[in-house]
T-cell receptor
Framework: GAGVSQSPSNKVTEKGKDVELRCDPI?????LYWYRQRLGQGLEFLIY????????KSGLPSDRFSAERTGESVSTLTIQRTQQEDSAVYLC?????????????FGAGTRLSVL | AQKVTQAQTEISVVEKEDVTLDCVYE???????LFWYKQPPSGELVFLIR??????QNEISGRYSWNFQKSTSSFNFTITASQVVDSAVYFC?????????????FGAGTRLAVHP
């Protein structure tokens, strides 16, 4: 597609339920990133995928958070046993990795509300 | 520590006014990139500019200009003759060499409201 696509755009769930958020990167982009944006705050890095390399999971806040990516395509961010503090906008970005010159292009995000 | 500070939480201006958004960063890396992104109400971050740490030349793109000063660790963004369509949240971000150039560190953002 023309840009990074995320679904759903909005998700409301009950505390304790699991949720899956999907990201379709720009075609041909080898790198994919997930960020979390809490209300009124900047983005926090969660996880980074680059090709077939092991993902950088250093930003995941707890073991309830996990993410997968199939090859260089779709990624899914899963939050298990959701808590109210997980309420945020989850943004995905993708980039070409050309030496040190990558620019991350972002989707519109998934707004997660945990009741 | 790696950190980006955008001290201005909200700015309100009238159309055609000039406005400067401040960004101060902290890093021990000598090699890094700095970015500005715009987040309109639709939510999608729009890339505006990337600047590497070895290039302190100011840049102008239409009504937008950026002033990078390593001596004060600042990368300020000026919009000249603001328009209503400039209303958005603007984020400054740091991409340090030590992070492998894959972990953008964002400021909290500045919400700009341009009134007609």
């Amino acid at each position: 597609g023309a840009g990074v696509s995320q679904s759903p755009s909005n998700k409301v769930t009950e505390k304790g339920k699991d949720v899956e958020l999907r990201c379709d990167p720009i075609s041909g982009h080898t790198a994919l990133y997930w960020y979390r944006q809490r209300l009124g705050q900047g983005l926090e890095f969660l996880i980074y995928f680059q090709g077939n390399s092991a993902p950088d999971k250093s930003g995941l806040p707890s073991d309830r958070f996990s993410a997968e990516r199939t090859g260089e395509s779709v990624s899914t961010l899963t939050i298990q046993r959701t808590q109210q503090e997980d309420s945020a906008v989850y943004l995905c970005a993708s980039s070409l990795v050309q030496g040190l010159k990558n620019i991350q292009y972002f989707g519109a995000g998934t707004r997660l509300s945990v009741l | 520590a790696q950190k980006v500070t955008q001290a201005q939480t909200e700015i309100s201006v009238v159309e055609k006014e000039d406005v400067t958004l401040d960004c101060v960063y902290e890093t021990r890396d000598t090699t890094y990139y700095l970015f500005w992104y715009k987040q309109p109400p639709s939510g999608e971050l729009v890339f505006l500019i990337r600047r590497n740490s070895f290039d302190e030349q100011n840049e102008i793109s239409g009504r937008y200009s950026w002033n990078f000063q390593k001596s004060t660790s600042s990368f300020n963004f000026t919009i000249t003759a603001s328009q209503v369509v400039d209303s958005a949240v603007y984020f400054c971000a740091l991409d340090p060499f030590s992070g492998g150039y894959n972990k953008l560190i964002f400021g909290a953002g500045t919400r700009l409201a341009v009134h007609p």
